[in-house]
């Protein structure tokens, strides 16, 4: 979820579809200059991301849990935040763009967040433009079971957003915002949204075999989406989704060349 305007008023409901996202390390390669962020239609058509290969860092193994334990939470989360850098910095370098680490700060409840006030009945998680932070809520239901896998996705999810803010991709969709119908910024926003379901969805499958869960956890996943407006039907994140999964990088997740039926 981004926290962001569409337009003015007309579309104020459809800012509560922000986007959540982070940050990884990493730049162009070695003694080579980044290329410039894209602008516009091959910011979202053509974007380098879409040429590079899949994720190279096939291990990510989850940290334990304790019930309750906040601290171990964090750690858990770190770790991860450590793998979404190395697979999304190396993905930057090979498309030659500037990459850098995220601000992320976990909370237990709704916190002013720079974008308004962190949407806790609403989101998950959160990424605010205005000062590149990631906010991730951290329920209570998450915290008495450390063996869900829910949290997992939604980092791998804003993540995914913070990947299209580095890329060109949120900035080119912001500039169009302002002149487009509601219509149409609702159609921009599921595509922006359905994009970092991919983005997830390929992070995931790459680590999958070191995670030593069952395929079970990711089937239950796609069994509890459900969708709105702003984000897509269950069945268009579900294809996306796995759409990531089974590509393993972005260059399965240019929704904004997919046909209407694939983002309703």
Not at 43 to 72: H, I, M, Q, V
Not at 77 to 97: I, P, T, Y
Not at 223 to 231: E, L, N, S
Request: aromatic share 12%; hydrophobic share 35%.
């Amino acid at each position: 979820m981004i926290r962001i305007s569409l337009r003015a008023a007309a579309v104020a409901a459809t800012a509560a579809a922000t986007v959540l996202s982070l940050a990884g390390t990493a730049g162009a390669s070695p003694g080579k200059a980044a290329r410039p962020m894209p602008r516009g239609q091959a910011a979202l058509t053509a974007n380098p991301l879409y040429k590079t290969g899949e994720f190279d860092f096939p291990e990510c193994s989850e940290l334990s849990r304790r019930p309750d334990d906040l601290d171990t939470y964090r750690v858990y989360l770190d770790h991860l935040l450590d793998c979404l850098n190395k697979s999304w910095a190396e993905e930057f370098r090979q498309a030659g763009l500037r990459f850098s680490p995220p601000k992320v700060r976990y909370i237990t409840k709704s916190v002013p967040t720079g974008c308004g006030k962190y949407p806790a009945g609403y989101a998950a998680g959160m990424y605010c433009p205005k000062n590149d932070t990631m906010w991730i809520l951290l329920y209570k239901s998450q915290l008495s079971d450390p063996t869900e896998f829910n949290l997992f996705t939604v980092i791998a999810h804003e993540y995914g957003h913070y990947a299209q803010d580095r890329a060109g991709i949120l900035p080119e969709v912001y500039r169009r915002y302002r002149t487009v119908s509601k219509k149409r910024a609702y159609d921009l926003t599921r595509r922006v949204e359905l994009q970092a379901e991919c983005f997830s969805g390929a992070f995931i499958g790459s680590v999958w075999h070191s995670l030593g869960r069952d395929e079970f956890d990711f089937e239950e996943q796609l069994d509890w989406i459900t969708g709105d407006a702003a984000h897509g039907k269950a069945r268009s994140i579900r294809y996306w989704l796995k759409r990531g999964w089974i590509g393993n990088g972005p260059k399965a997740c240019d929704t904004f060349s997919a046909p209407a039926r694939t983002t309703a």
